[in-house]
């Protein structure tokens, strides 16, 4: 058993609607050759058994008594086959509604009749399979808390295939946005296969049976009681780092914790809804109340972590500023040397960070961020020191880009989503700066998005769109 909320059991869907067809009908087949013996017995006495022999002294017997118990054979006979046919009909129905459960917020693969309709088709296609994946994301720390890692082992599978599909989709949109194919056949082919590799994604997702609840609800309990009391030091940590670095990181660390709470001041709603639903014997609004509650508390979770990860990652910026700056310097004189052109405005960078280390409080991740961008296109830009700082500051930029996308996925649009992703392949591909690059323009998109469409609903009150 699970949480009132894991999906993902792998499996090939074109495959078990298969079987499942086949099953039902095979059933059915069955059920109504059963149910067809004892009609044709009635109607073709030269086939039935023959009747017991009687003497010829009594050929004027009564039948009459027989009578009551043909119609019990008829009846016993005929119970059976009805119950194999409603049966099959009831697992047909179970598949379809397990089929249409399973990935609500995917998009039909089938194209849509113009390029614009598809190319809308594409980005809600995008937009509903990566809330999908975030919600299983969501939901996997809570059934872990119910499930031993074997039972839970499928889930974790279904997510990271998902999460590949969708991954794949992602880089056909990107290259599609960046006019690759130029043939309007092949562009038109391109949105086909980002549809289909969306609906793919919601397909793996599956939803395993619920568990009680009750256990359910004190796993949710936990986590928000913990994530409570980590909020009460969250507020000290962002005065520190505003104290530290500036109003500028200030301000961004105070906004992540006061999101945080608003999210655990909505779960404590959900969860006490939940609870009371729950003493009533109202199982399905509790599952739902418990669902709410569960994103809520997993979103103040990403902000609380994120925060923390930060404060991290500035420490460390702030530690390797001076010596990347020295470096930086070592690269460009190297370069005069050797001839080689030196990009504009480098100088007068590598001057104003320096600057900024002896007027006061700074943002160091800033700091690193314009050094490495500086000096991106000299072949000594990715050494040593210079690297390091370019790989610290994609990561700090990736992930604060991913933690607002996540927490404010409800209003997000799939240009910031596909830009997100765009940063997490040029990270992996070890391309840091165009990481950060990518990922600054995700958080700017993201950011307007939520400017544009406000806070909705869902994003303080529920899963976000995700379902």
Do not use: K
Not at 90 to 101: F, I, N, P
Not at 178 to 188: M, T
């Amino acid at each position: 058993m699970t949480s009132s909320l894991v999906r993902g059991r792998p499996r090939h869907a074109t495959a078990h609607i298969r079987v499942r067809v086949a099953h039902a009908l095979v059933g059915a087949v069955a059920g109504a050759g059963w149910l067809a013996i004892p009609v044709l017995a009635a109607q073709d006495p030269a086939t039935a058994s023959p009747p017991p022999r009687t003497t010829r002294a009594a050929p004027s017997a009564p039948a009459a008594p027989s009578a009551p118990r043909d119609d019990e054979s008829s009846a016993v006979d005929l119970i059976l086959p009805v119950a194999v046919l409603g049966t099959a009909g009831v697992l047909a129905a179970y598949s379809y509604v397990r089929r249409t459960r399973r990935s609500p917020g995917v998009v039909s693969p089938a194209p849509a009749a113009t390029p614009a309709e598809s190319d809308h088709q594409a980005r809600a296609a995008l937009v509903q399979a990566d809330d999908s994946v975030r919600a299983s994301e969501e939901e996997l720390p809570f059934a872990a808390a119910l499930m031993d890692e074997r039972s839970l082992a499928p889930f974790r599978l279904a997510i990271r295939t998902a999460r590949g599909e969708l991954a794949a989709a992602f880089a056909l949109w990107h290259r599609y946005e960046e006019g690759e194919p130029r043939d309007p056949g092949d562009r038109r082919q391109a949105l086909v296969g980002i549809i289909g590799r969306c609906a793919e994604a919601g397909r793996v997702l599956d939803r395993p049976p619920r568990a009680e609840v009750g256990p359910a609800l004190a796993v949710a309990e936990g986590a928000f009681r913990r994530l409570a009391a980590r909020a009460a030091g969250a507020r000290s940590t962002a005065s520190s780092l505003h104290e530290r670095y500036g109003p500028s990181v200030g301000a961004r660390m105070t906004g992540r914790v006061e999101v945080a709470m608003d999210r655990l001041v909505s779960a404590t709603s959900r969860l006490n809804e939940a609870r009371r639903a729950a003493d009533l014997g109202e199982d399905e609004r509790a599952v739902r109340q418990l669902r709410c509650a569960e994103s809520a508390i997993a979103q103040a979770g990403v902000l609380l972590a994120g925060l923390d990860d930060q404060a991290r990652r500035l420490r460390e910026a702030a530690a390797l500023v001076p010596t990347a700056l020295t470096g930086a310097e070592a690269v460009l004189a190297a370069a005069r040397a050797t001839g080689t052109p030196v990009p504009s405005g480098a100088d007068d960078t590598l001057a104003a960070v320096r600057e900024e280390l002896t007027a006061g409080p700074y943002d160091p991740l800033a700091a690193l961020r314009r050094i490495t961008r500086a000096l991106v296109r000299l072949p000594d830009a990715r050494s040593g020191v210079l690297d390091t700082a370019a790989d610290l500051v994609a990561r700090a930029d990736t992930g604060e880009a991913e933690d607002f996308v996540a927490v404010h996925r409800g209003a997000v649009g799939a240009d910031a989503r596909s830009l997100l992703a765009a940063a997490a392949r040029a990270l992996g591909a070890a391309h840091p700066v165009e990481a950060a690059a990518l990922a600054r323009r995700a958080l700017e998109s993201a950011e307007r998005d939520v400017r544009a469409h406000g806070v909705p609903a869902s994003d303080a009150e529920g899963p976000g769109g995700a379902d």
